[in-house]
C-alpha cells in the first residue's frame, strides 16, 4: 500500500440509501489511498433531527418525525445481507433518538440540541461501514468525538488544531494501517466530552481537518453533482461545471453561498496544501473540480454564488459626524458576538452592514442579542428579506470593462448595497429576495454564455 493518504467525504445523498450506499463504497474500494471515509447522515434524516430539536411539537408531531428517522434508516439495514451483528447498534442508536427526541429540555439545551443533531452521522456511519464490509472492503466504525476536539460552543463549535492533531496521530493513525476508518463528519466533543457540533455542512469541514490533522494528500467531496458549477445549476440549466478552482475563488464561492463548499473547508486545505476534489458519487467516471493553489487559467469571472436570508442592519448616530471611536464601538459590539459581516457601506452619520441570518441558527439568535446591544448605543434599522448575489473571479478591480459588464447585466434590478475592490476576488451585492434568481440568470448569461 502507498503512504498517499486520501480522505473521501459523502454527503446526505450519497448516502441516503442502500443503493447510494453501495456507489460510495465502489468509489472506496476501488481506491487504494482512500483510507479514511467521512459521512453525513442519510438524505433527510437532519432535517427531521433539527425539527425535534428546535420546533415545539405535540407528542404525536414527535413521534410520527422520529418514525420518519426510523424509516429511513431501517430501510437500509434491511438490505444487508446480514444484518445480525448491525442490527443491535443500531437499535440502540434510534433509542437515544427516542430518547432525546422526548427530553422536556430538549428544546432549551443547545447541548442536548447538538447531541440530537448528532445522531444522524452516527447512525449513517454504523451503517456505512456495514456495506463497505459486504464488498469485501476490511472497514471499522470509528466515533470521530475522540479526536475532533472543539470549544464548547454548542451548534457552532470552534475546532482545536493541535488537540485535533496529536488525538488523530494517537487513536486514528495506527488504524488506517489495517482498516478504512469510517467516521463521522459535523460531530465532536468538548474537553469534557459532551457532543458538539460544527454547524450546519460541517462534513466538508471535518474532512479537511482530519485531511490536515493526518498530513492527507487529497480530500474528496463526493456529493450529487459533478464538481463546483459555475452557478447553482437549479437556478439556471446553463451552468457548466469547472474543471479547476483555486482555493481562494473557492473560499470566496464557499463563503457566499455556494452550496457545495463549506466555508470552512478551505482553511485547513490553504495551511496545508492539500488538493480538493469535488465530484458526484452518482456519476464518479465523469470526473470533477480540482481545488488547488495555482490554476493554469485565472480568468476575471468564474462563478456566480448566491447567498439567501441576509439582513441589512442600519446604525445611525447624529453623533458620528467628527464622532472618533463609533465604528470601532459598533464593530466592538458585533465581535463580541462572533458574528462576521459581508457588506459595509458608511456614510456620514450612518452605518449599513449585511448579516448572515439562517433560520434557527446560532448567528440568528447572535444578531437578536447583538442588536439589542447595538440598540443602547444608536438608533438601529433591521432590513430583512434580501439576499446576497456575488461574482467571483480574478483581478477583478485591474481588468478593464469588468464591472461595467457586471453592472450593465443587472441594470434591471434595484441593487439595496455593492461591495467591491476590498478583494480581487470578488464583486456584491445585495438585492431583493424576489429579484435573486433574475439577478444570477442575467449575470450569467452576460458572462458566461
Known sequence: MSNALSIAKFGGTSVANYGAMQNCARIVSSSETTRIVVVSASAGVTNHLVSLAHTPLTQQEIESTYQAIVDIELSILNELKDKSSVEPKLNSLLDEVRELAFHEEVLHRSDLKDQLLSMGERMSSLLFSAVLGE????????????????????GAATPQLDKIEALATQLLK??????????????????????????RGGSDFTAALLAEALDAQTCEIWTDVIGVYTTDPRIT??????PELSFEEAAEMATFGA?????????PALRKNIRVF??????????????KRDCDDEPPYRAITRRKEQVMVTVKTPKMMYAQGFLQQVFGIIAKHNLSVDLVTTSEISVSFTLDNP??????????????????ICDVKVERGYDLVTVVG??????????????????????????FGANPH????????????????????????
Not at 440549466?237 to 469547472?242: D, H, I, K, Q, Y
Not at 439568535?365 to 442588536?371: K, S
Open 259 to 267: 452550496k457545495v463548499l463549506h466555508p470552512a473547508t478551505m482553511e
Open 237 to 242: 440549466p446553463a451552468a457548466r461545471p469547472l
Open 135 to 154: 464488498m469485501n472492503t476490511n472497514a471499522m466504525n470509528f466515533d470521530v468525538r475522540k479526536v475532533l476536539r472543539t470549544n464548547s460552543e454548542f
Open 394 to 419: 480574478n483581478n477583478m478591480q485591474k481588468a478593464t470593462g469588468v464591472s461595467s459588464k457586471i453592472f450593465a447585466a443587472v441594470a434591471d434590478f434595484d441593487l439595496r448595497m455593492i461591495c
Open 426 to 449: 470578488n464583486l456584491s451585492f445585495l438585492v431583493n429576495e424576489d429579484d435573486s434568481n433574475g439577478v444570477v440568470k442575467d449575470l450569467h448569461c452576460a458572462l458566461f454564455e
Open 278 to 291: 469535488v465530484g458526484s458519487s452518482k456519476e464518479p467516471e465523469k470526473g470533477g473540480t480540482w481545488i
Open 174 to 199: 495506527p488504524e488506517i494501517a489495517h482498516a478504512v476508518v469510517v467516521t463521522q463528519g459535523f460531530v465532536g466533543a468538548d474537553e469534557e466530552g459532551r457532543t458538539t457540533t460544527l454547524g
Open 359 to 376: 433560520a434557527n441558527s446560532v448567528a440568528q439568535r447572535l444578531n437578536n442579542e447583538t442588536i439589542a446591544e447595538l440598540e443602547t
